[in-house]
């Protein structure tokens, strides 16, 4: 009995003059080795150790420690009855840490350790290991949530992006507006006050050529007078037959029905109805137009699928047409689109199409003709078999009436109007 009491107190290392939380830590790495293939969770973050598997291994270095200290105490206790201070201060540490360490482990969410009763190593180990597995469920929920996080964040950033290009994009598209809007306003205002300089140039004249009734003897200087009015007034009007140009330029897309010039409206609504007709019906229809709308195809274009270029070769063809038409004639553009693809696309097609083609029309055109594009959308009307033959843009020739004069305006009469639909929206992109 007497000789194990030192042996055991030499042991614990519970002599006065030694620190008492360096006794239990010198033996802690020799059972904790066992202990560490029993958690899974351990040895699968070994690769990448995260905070969480860090105070994993720290708890269980306290809790060996303190297991160790116990027994050691245990056995130590059995040779006397009373307790040195450096005992009863050990103790107090064991409790103050296993306070602490109760604290930490409910904030991990696990179940504090039981106070009083000392615990075998079989019984550490098995709690030891239910608070890896613990632990490790945990980690490995936080990350599938921080992973779903970054997922999410990644998702709105992208959103994020996307709104500014969108934005970006329309502030560019609003800005061209203004400044085409700005352009036409100043173009109208300079049309006004050239049309009436030529006004006041013609009454210059009218005056002028009465002076010349009254003034037979100053032939020389009225005739100079005369001269010089003339070249102003063949000046004023150059200015206003270009502004008028550009006018007319701006009234090649047309926007609505309402704003088709006055002779392609009858042939538009006809075209229109013919969607869906057979072949020997459209064929019939097209012979009809000749007669009943003074209208036939001068040409026609086709496009490669899902393309708006015009090819050098037919833009060749295309330049020869303004000359092969009467002097006074309108040229109406019509442009179509298969049924490949979604119907918003084919509708953007179509108008490409045709714009390409009237604007290739409008520079090559003659004094009294005019060139105005429309779209029809997508259609099977030419083949309902081979989607490439609806692919394409007919040029067509309306002469006006006979004994009408040929107007320069784009308004239709009031039967016209009054009954109008308006067509599909140009994209602004054409304009």
């Given at each position: 009995m007497n000789d194990d009491t030192p042996t055991d107190r030499d042991d614990a290392g519970t002599l006065p003059?030694?620190?008492?939380?360096?006794?239990?830590?010198?033996?802690s790495p020799a059972p904790a080795t066992p202990a560490t293939p029993a958690t899974p969770g351990a040895a699968a973050a070994r690769p990448a150790p995260s905070p969480v598997m860090l105070t994993i291994a720290f708890i269980i270095i306290v809790l060996l420690g303190i297991v160790i200290f116990q027994n050691l105490f245990s056995r130590g206790s059995g040779g006397g009855s009373s307790e040195s201070p450096a005992m009863e201060s050990?103790?107090?540490?064991?409790?103050?840490?296993?306070?602490?360490?109760?604290r930490e482990r409910i904030a991990l969410g696990l179940d504090p350790l039981p106070g009083g009763g000392i615990e075998s190593p079989e019984e550490v180990a098995g709690r030891l290991k239910n608070d890896a597995d613990t632990l490790a469920s945990?980690?490995?929920?936080?990350?599938?949530?921080?992973?779903?996080?970054?997922?999410?964040?990644?998702?709105?950033?992208?959103?994020?992006?996307?709104?500014?290009?969108?934005?970006?994009?329309?502030?560019?598209?609003?800005?061209?507006?203004?400044?085409?809007?700005?352009?036409?306003?100043?173009?109208?205002?300079?049309?006004t006050t050239l049309k009436g300089d030529l006004?006041?140039?013609?009454?210059?004249?009218?005056?002028?050529?009465?002076?010349?009734?009254?003034?037979?003897?100053?032939?020389?200087?009225?005739?100079?007078?005369?001269?010089?009015?003339?070249?102003?007034?063949?000046?004023?009007?150059?200015?206003?037959?270009?502004?008028?140009?550009?006018?007319?330029?701006?009234?090649?897309?047309?926007?609505?029905?309402?704003?088709?010039?006055?002779?392609?409206?009858?042939?538009?609504?006809?075209?229109?109805?013919?969607e869906g007709a057979s072949e020997q019906e459209l064929t019939s229809a097209y012979s009809r137009f000749g007669a009943e709308l003074r209208s036939e195809v001068l040409d026609t274009c086709d496009f490669a699928t899902g393309s708006s270029e015009v090819r050098p070769d037919l833009e060749s063809k295309l330049r020869s047409l303004p000359s092969e038409a009467p002097e006074n004639a309108m040229l109406f553009v019509v442009g179509y689109a298969s049924e490949t693809g979604n119907v918003d696309g084919n509708r953007r097609l179509s108008s490409d199409r045709a714009t390409a083609v009237a604007r290739i029309l409008d520079t090559i055109k003659r004094p009294e003709q005019r060139v105005q594009a429309v779209f029809l959308g997508q259609t099977d009307r030419f083949s309902a078999t081979v989607p490439e033959e609806n692919q394409r843009v007919e040029v067509w020739q309306i002469l006006p009436k006979s004994g009408s004069p040929s107007p320069t305006g784009t308004s239709p009469g009031p039967s016209d109007s009054s009954t109008a639909p308006p067509l599909p929206a140009i994209p602004d992109s054409i304009r």
């Open positions: 003059d030694s620190s008492a939380p360096a006794a239990p830590a010198d033996p050990l103790k107090a540490d064991i409790e103050t840490r296993r306070a602490e360490l109760n945990l980690a490995s929920s936080f990350q599938d949530l921080l992973a779903r996080k970054e997922a999410q964040l990644d998702e709105v950033r992208a959103e994020s992006i996307a709104a500014l290009k969108d934005q970006k994009r329309l502030r560019e598209l609003l800005n061209q507006a203004n400044a085409d809007l700005r352009a036409a306003m100043v173009d109208a205002s300079l049309a006004d006041r140039a013609n009454a210059t004249i009218a005056a002028l050529n009465e002076e010349i009734a009254r003034l037979q003897d100053e032939p020389n200087a009225l005739r100079a007078q005369l001269v010089e009015s003339n070249r102003r007034r063949n000046e004023l009007e150059a200015r206003v037959a270009e502004l008028e140009s550009r006018l007319r330029r701006a009234t090649l897309f047309a926007d609505s029905e309402n704003e088709l010039i006055k002779e392609a409206v009858a042939l538009f609504r006809a075209l229109r109805r013919l």
